[in-house]
C-alpha cells in the first residue's frame, strides 16, 4: 500500500513545490482537483487586475487604449506561443474558444472549396462538434465522425477516413473524458497529405503538455486559457494560425478589429495584414490581465518542468487507483501509459455522479461527465500529491460506507 508519507516524501523532492504558494487559496482543507476546468486564482493576478482597474482605467481612462491596452491581444499571444511552439505572430488572444472554433473552421472550409466536410472523432468536446456542423452546414456540408478509441485514438483510425471531400480536420489535443492525446503530428500529417487542413483544440493540454504546433506541422488551433493557465473565469481565449497561411485565409466575421485600418472608418472590410485579421471586436480588457498573468507564470515555471510533475502525479493516481478494491466497481477510464495521456485521469463508476456529489461534500473537488465519468485533474503548479493520496483515501471511506448512495442520481445544472 501506498502511504502517506510516500506522498509526502514526492512533494519534498517536487521541484515546482513553491509555486503553491503563487495561488490565493483560502481553504487549505479543500482538496481541489478541477484545474482543468478552472484553474485557480494567482496572487500576482490580483494585482495586475487592479493596476488595469486604477492606473489603467481610473487614471488613464480612454488613453490606456493606444498606451497599453490594444496591443494586448498580440503581445499575450506571443507570450502564449513559446508555450505551443509557435512563432510569437501567429497566435491572438480573442474572444472564446468555440467563437475562434468557428472562425477559423470556416476560414479553413472556404479556402478548400469545393471541399466540405470536417472531420472529427467521437472523443471531441460536444461543443467543438456543434460549431463543427454549424461551420460545415453553412459550407453546405456536413462533419463526418471517426470512431476512435477513447482511451487509445489511433491516426490511422482518422487516415481511414479522409478522401477529396474532406476540407478540415478538427481534433482535441487530450480527450476531455479519457484525458487521452492525440497523436498531433501523425494526424496532422494524414490531414496534409489528403489535402485537408488541420485544426486542433488545445483547451486540455495547453499549459499542461508541451505542444509543437511548428514542428507537427499544424496550421490553425484554438484554445482557452481559463484551465491549466489559470487565466480567471471566461478568460480570452487564443488562435493560433501558421504563418504561410494567414493571408490566404478570410474570416468569417468582419469586424473592425480586424480590418487593415480600423480607425480609419472606411465603409468597406479590408481585413488586415497577418494575425490581426483574426480580431473581431473590442476585447475583454480586465480578462485579458488574468490571461496575461496566467501565461506569464506558466512560462516561468517551464513547460517541460510541468510536464515532469503532470506525469509523475498522475502515475501517483494510477497508483492508488490500483490499490482500491476491485469490488468497489470502478474502471480506471483513462490510458495507462502517462505520455499517452494529458493531466488528468478519470474514474468510471455507475454511480459516479453520486460519488462525485460526496467527495465535494467530503472537500475533495473533482469534476463529473456524464454518463460515468469522475476526472481528477491534477494542476502541477499546486496540486501536491498529499492532496492527491487524501482525495483517495476520502473516495475509499466514501465507497466503504456507501454514504454517495443519499445523493440524488440526477445531474445539476453545473457540474
Ligand atoms: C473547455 C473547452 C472548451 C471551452 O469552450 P468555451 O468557448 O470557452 O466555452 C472548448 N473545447 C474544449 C475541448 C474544451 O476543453
Redesign the pocket.
Known amino acids: 500500500m501506498t502511504t502517506r508519507r510516500r506522498a509526502e516524501e514526492l512533494d519534498q523532492a517536487d521541484l515546482l513545490a513553491d509555486f503553491r504558494e503563487q495561488f490565493v487559496i483560502t481553504d487549505p482543507g479543500l482538496l481541489y482537483l478541477d484545474g482543468n476546468?478552472l484553474g485557480r486564482l494567482p496572487k500576482r493576478t490580483i494585482e495586475a487586475v487592479e493596476t488595469a482597474l486604477h492606473g489603467e482605467w481610473g487614471d488613464r481612462l480612454v488613453r490606456a487604449w493606444p498606451e497599453t491596452w490594444i496591443e494586448q491581444p498580440r503581445r499575450i499571444g506571443a507570450d502564449l506561443a513559446g508555450l505551443i511552439g509557435a512563432q510569437p505572430d501567429e497566435v491572438l488572444l480573442a474572444d472564446?474558444?468555440?467563437?475562434n472554433?468557428y472562425k477559423l473552421a470556416v476560414a479553413a472550409l472556404r479556402a478548400r472549396a469545393p471541399r466540405r466536410t470536417v472531420l472529427t472523432d467521437s472523443g471531441?468536446?460536444p461543443?467543438?462538434s456543434y460549431v463543427l456542423s454549424g461551420a460545415a452546414a453553412d459550407a453546405g456540408g456536413s462533419i463526418r465522425i471517426v470512431n476512435t478509441d477513447p482511451v487509445a485514438p489511433s491516426s490511422d483510425a482518422v487516415g481511414a477516413l479522409l478522401d477529396d471531400e474532406v476540407a478540415l480536420v478538427s481534433m482535441?489535443h487530450v480527450n476531455?473524458k479519457s484525458g487521452a492525446l492525440h497523436d498531433m503530428a501523425a494526424v496532422t500529417a494524414a490531414a496534409r497529405s489528403a489535402g485537408a487542413l488541420s485544426l486542433w483544440?488545445l483547451?486540455?493540454s495547453v499549459g499542461a503538455v508541451p505542444i509543437d504546433l511548428n514542428g507537427a506541422g499544424v496550421d490553425l488551433a484554438v484554445?482557452?486559457t481559463?484551465?491549466y493557465l489559470n487565466g480567471g473565469p471566461g478568460a480570452p481565449?487564443f488562435l493560433f494560425v501558421a504563418r504561410h497561411l494567414q493571408e490566404e485565409l478570410e474570416q468569417p466575421i468582419h469586424g473592425w478589429w480586424g480590418h487593415a485600418d480600423m480607425f480609419a472608418f472606411e465603409g468597406d472590410y479590408h481585413p488586415a495584414p497577418g494575425i490581426d485579421r483574426f480580431a473581431v471586436g473590442t476585447i475583454p480588457v480586465l480578462s485579458m490581465v488574468g490571461a496575461r498573468e496566467g501565461i506569464a507564470l506558466t512560462a516561468e515555471a517551464g513547460i517541460e518542468a510541468i510536464r515532469t510533475k503532470s506525469m509523475a502525479i498522475t502515475s501517483f493516481m494510477t497508483d492508488l487507483f490500483d490499490e482500491l478494491p476491485a469490488e468497489f466497481g470502478f474502471i480506471f477510464g483513462s490510458p495507462r501509459d502517462p505520455a499517452r495521456r494529458g493531466s488528468h485521469v478519470s474514474l468510471r463508476h455507475p454511480d459516479g455522479y453520486q460519488i462525485a456529489q460526496a467527495l465535494i461534500r467530503d472537500d475533495v473537488v473533482p469534476d463529473f461527465r456524464a454518463p460515468d465519468v469522475i476526472r481528477l485533474g491534477a494542476a502541477p503548479l499546486y496540486t501536491r500529491f498529499v492532496d492527491v493520496w487524501d482525495a483517495f483515501a476520502r473516495l475509499r471511506t466514501i465507497m466503504e460506507s456507501g454514504s454517495y448512495r443519499t445523493f440524488p442520481k440526477a445531474r445539476a445544472r453545473v457540474t
Not at 96 to 99: A, G, K, M, Y
Open positions: 476546468s472564446q474558444t468555440s467563437i472554433l471531441n468536446f461543443s467543438d482535441s476531455y483544440d483547451s486540455h484554445g482557452c481559463y484551465k481565449a
